[in-house]
């Protein structure tokens, strides 16, 4: 059987879902089963194969690893948002956790479509010359600051030792 972790987690939510759907009892048998088994039949136009159809004849199929490249990801897709709303439509308390789990599923069997947060933290292969850019940037900014820094050594000093006259006097600025 599953190990203990799984059944005594909140693995125990879909568990009981299932053991609901087979029995044809609560809101997973009584509900959920008979609306999906509608839209199986009618709305999922992304499930064309023998494998993808076989996945969805019960909805846990969604949740299961895919075992062929013909249960495709657009199949996926469209059946896993396509639950979360039945869920919330049969009033099942638990409907976000079964859509966390739907989306999770989604990214570990590599079918979920990218979003723009993710695109911007993945790595990315870096242009050369954007590289030699920044380092141009990073490196004429040091030397600035030396030469500020050398330059205003050299003034103070300059100031100490008397030779330094500034072009306007405080009498001239008024």
């Not at 839209?39 to 136009?45: G, H, M, N």
């Amino acid at each position: 059987g599953p190990p203990a972790s799984y059944v005594k987690g909140t693995g125990v939510v879909g568990l009981k879902a299932k053991e609901d759907w087979l029995c044809g009892t609560g809101v997973w048998g009584t509900c959920v089963r008979p609306r999906w088994d509608a839209l199986r039949d009618s709305a999922f136009t992304q499930c064309t194969s023998a494998a993808d159809q076989a996945k969805l004849a019960e909805v846990f199929g969604l949740y299961r690893d895919r075992r062929s490249a013909e249960e495709t990801c657009a199949c996926m897709q469209q059946a896993v948002p396509a639950l979360s709303q039945l869920l919330q439509q049969c009033d099942l308390s638990t409907w976000q956790w079964f859509e966390n789990y739907g989306q999770r599923r989604l990214r570990d069997n590599r079918c979920a479509p990218v979003q723009l947060g993710e695109a911007a933290a993945a790595p990315t292969a870096v242009d050369a010359s954007a590289l030699v850019s920044l380092a141009g940037v990073i490196g004429g900014s040091v030397v600035m600051v030396g030469f500020l820094a050398v330059a205003h050594r050299c003034r103070v000093g300059a100031e100490l030792a008397g030779g330094f006259v500034p072009l306007l006097d405080d009498a001239s600025s008024s």
